[in-house]
């Protein structure tokens, strides 16, 4: 599924570029199987492509600097945070150079007074947050994984609390970009808003490294809230659960989070994370504002959950209490994996619309079953996102042919529902067939063009997004 | 200023559309002056250009077959909505075919459980709202005219709340349009948030009609709040407002509106809608939530108010105050033009840091008055977006002279605050020497590969966005 589909390996062009990169950056130029294969590793079932080399950066100059000697071979580049994407984006099918962003890792300015801020692609999430706590701001983006900042861009990503904050398109002001003949542009000024001309922040946010290499990313801040709570509530259905979903957003109740497990994910958490949650669907919650903006939040919502059914439902402040909820549902991709010891995940991201979640998620949960599969189900409610994980032993040929219908099948019913068959992971390899089914192929014909245009020579991470 | 640069007239090509679409569209194709007058007209100092013909379409259909036509000729195509645009968007410097999207005038669904609607481009926003109230729904953007949705979409619209409900942008989830060659695309899904590909729907938002034609949107829209209130509060001085409204959006409180007027608008709104406001720097609010949530923002808001030398401040949730309010800050326009009966309108748009604006509105205030030109300003604080308007009288040549001088030196200051030269008007005909200005020249060749890539005979909307 993730080979090079018509694609040719250029080997001239790669050894003659691996030769003069070699003698540009010395031993910042690797070439060692370890490192090769860490940075085309990829973290779920989609098989790893080495790239050739990789050149670990250390500046926008030395970006545009690599890109015009791969432009010059026709060799490919395919730029590499933390490798913690999904869907094969660091996976090079037909080889090329890696350009490793990891050391462009400084923030570069930070105006309090504007809350945006400007960091190397480098900065993961989680450096950034411990960077900016203690002037009162945070950056809300949260993907779960401590992703760099430059990848999360360019997979468009969001997670937990996208209800409230919005994705990374929702958060990038404007972005410094090497594209595929060397050039640096800037995409707009430090604005909140602006009309100015064509959109390139957002066409490059989600773009995959496609079409340009993200070198410096200007966001969007936040300011600490006064007070942050959490509450939890079990539902006797998905169905009852995704009703309060759907009450909470018309209600303009404004969550920061809004997470749903089903009964099976639930059991795994209690298990690993040593807790005794009803095991039936459970909606966690996070409320962000005022002292006593939370307490009516936490109060409203409790009203709206009982109407449908809810039950169990707890809410609180205290920092402790707060942690241990949510260090389970962080922890729940770890606690679905000890419900088989040794498995391999295979991930679904799914998005529909908020009244078609119910029938989504209840219809994954059956066809699994119906397929003799395990898997259990997070989902970012508030969005209609949701990760049903088919939890599987690669070596057993048969359940790895099961698994791979049941994702196909999952994408094409979630695009029967006006949904996407990735809400935030991407569409990297695997997902390349489902994208043009989503969005037709006149659609993809015009994505195609704006690929060629910007870069006619198909080096900038080929292989995905687009068919080959 | 708004001549057609480089481009050149087809002549022949515009005779045969002409001859085609009268037989394929009869009386709903017009020619004459009164109606080609009205789609070339602009409401601002922008010269008039009128198209060749106008086409009343009906249909996503009709809009495809008028392209085609246009295509295999190589005749300009330019959008005609409700010609409420500032930046000469519907003038046609080279003659061509405006399509009138009027007749497109219908809401074709609303999905209240997945708080979003799809429309056809000549629904207005007021039309939309209307429809929508019974069912507790609202569709936020406000650009002060009475727009269309699609026109509002072509050029990335705004407004008084962008503060808390974003842009365009943040607003349409999905779109379909004919392209160049007359293909009609759909850029998305309707899932409230998705990776799927590059993003073509913040792509053609802004694109002011000269990549696509959009013919369906489909929008987020938002519960309408339990609980509305507005207030005001004066200042002895622009910088001290600004630094109230800079407080505001560090704390976080989620204010609806937020609008900046000067002292000298604030005069001219005094004398037009008969109130006694101190005639200082004022700032006029709109706070949403629960009935609890409006008053706690309030307080908080007088309290940051005062610390910031605020005085006079009142808070009201009565809808007759509130109307009142809010009704003279929409009147500020028609207020303004009674400065100086008789008088054109010069408008400005720009966008800055927010910690910038208080400098860039005082030293606009300063160069006008320096210049011998009256320029009222009113703000979109909370986005450090305003728009310092020059009354001009257009028979004197020397004082449009210091106009355009003036426009050109605002500019050129919001671009130094690393800022742009318009927040939500667009770039149209007259700012394209800013927009390279702002984002560099080699921005502007992306730009311009991916207008080639889309419309290579340069068909639609030519003369706008980018440099003829």
């Known amino acids: 599924m993730a080979d090079g589909g018509t694609l040719k390996r250029n080997d001239e062009g790669i050894e003659t ?3 003069i990169l070699k003698q540009q950056f010395g031993e910042r130029l690797q070439t060692g199987d370890s490192v090769r294969e860490q940075h085309g590793h990829t973290t779920t079932w989609i098989e790893n492509q080495w790239p050739d080399g990789v050149v670990f950066a250390q500046s926008t100059q030395e970006v545009s600097e690599i890109v015009k000697v791969c432009a010059a071979h026709r060799v490919p580049i395919i730029a590499f945070g933390t490798g913690t994407s999904l869907e094969g984006h660091v996976n090079a099918p037909i080889g090329g150079i890696s350009i490793d962003l990891t050391q462009m890792d400084k923030v ?3 105006n309090a007074g504007d809350l945006d801020c400007r960091v190397q692609p480098g900065v993961t999430r989680e450096a950034l947050n411990t960077y ?16 760099s900042l430059g990848g999360m861009a360019a997979t468009r990503a969001s997670g937990t609390n996208a209800v409230r904050y919005g994705t990374m398109k929702d958060n990038v002001l404007s972005l410094e970009a090497v594209m595929a003949d060397g050039r640096i542009i800037r995409t707009a000024s430090r604005a909140r808003k602006s009309s ?3 959109d390139l ?15 410096e990313i200007t966001l969007r801040l936040q300011g600490i809230p006064e007070a942050i709570s959490a509450a939890r ?5 998905v169905k009852a659960a995704s009703e309060t979903v759907m009450a909470v957003i018309q209600y303009g109740l404004p969550v920061a989070r809004i997470e749903l497990l089903d009964a099976q994910m639930v059991g795994a958490v209690n298990r690993y994370s040593k807790l005794d949650l009803p095991e039936t669907p459970l909606l966690l919650l996070e409320f962000h504002g005022s002292d006593a903006g939370v307490v009516e939040q936490a109060e409203t919502f409790g009203a709206l959950a009982e109407e449908n059914g809810g039950t169990g439902y707890e809410a609180t402040a205290t920092l402790e209490e707060r942690n241990k909820l949510w260090q389970a549902r962080h ?3 770890w606690a679905m994996l000890q419900i088989r010891p040794g498995c391999t995940a295979v991930a679904t991201d799914v998005c529909v619309p908020i009244s078609r979640l119910a029938d989504a998620v209840e219809a994954a949960e059956a066809k699994a079953t119906e397929m003799g599969l395990q898997a259990p189900t997070v989902g970012h409610a508030g ?3 949701f990760h049903a994980t088919v939890l599987v032993d690669r070596d057993n040929a048969d359940e790895m042919a099961r698994a791979a219908k049941f994702v196909s099948w999952l994408n094409d019913l979630a695009i029967s529902m006006e949904g996407t068959c990735t809400g935030e992971h991407g569409i990297g390899q695997g997902k390349r067939p489902y994208l043009v089914k989503e969005l037709g192929a006149e659609t993809i014909d015009v994505m195609g063009a704006i690929k060629r245009a910007l870069d006619p020579d198909n080096i900038m991470n080929p292989g995905k997004i687009l068919p080959a």
Chains 1, 2 share one sequence.
Do not use: M, W
């Not at 900016?132 to 401590?146: E, K, S, V």
């Not at 922040?201 to 070198?215: A, D, H, P, Q, Y």
């Not at 509530?233 to 259905?237: A, D, K, L, V, Y």
């Open 383 to 385: 969005d209609g996102n």
């Open 201 to 215: 922040t957002r066409l490059l946010v989600g773009s995959e490294g496609t079409l340009g290499i993200i070198t």
């Open 233 to 237: 509530c079990s539902f006797p259905s």
């Open 17 to 19: 570029a691996l030769g």
């Open 196 to 198: 100015a001309g064509y």
């Open 108 to 110: 570069l300015e930070v």
């Open 331 to 333: 922890d729940a991709y």
């Open 132 to 147: 900016l706590r203690d002037q009162g701001l945070f950056f809300p983006i949260d993907p779960g994984a401590n992703a």
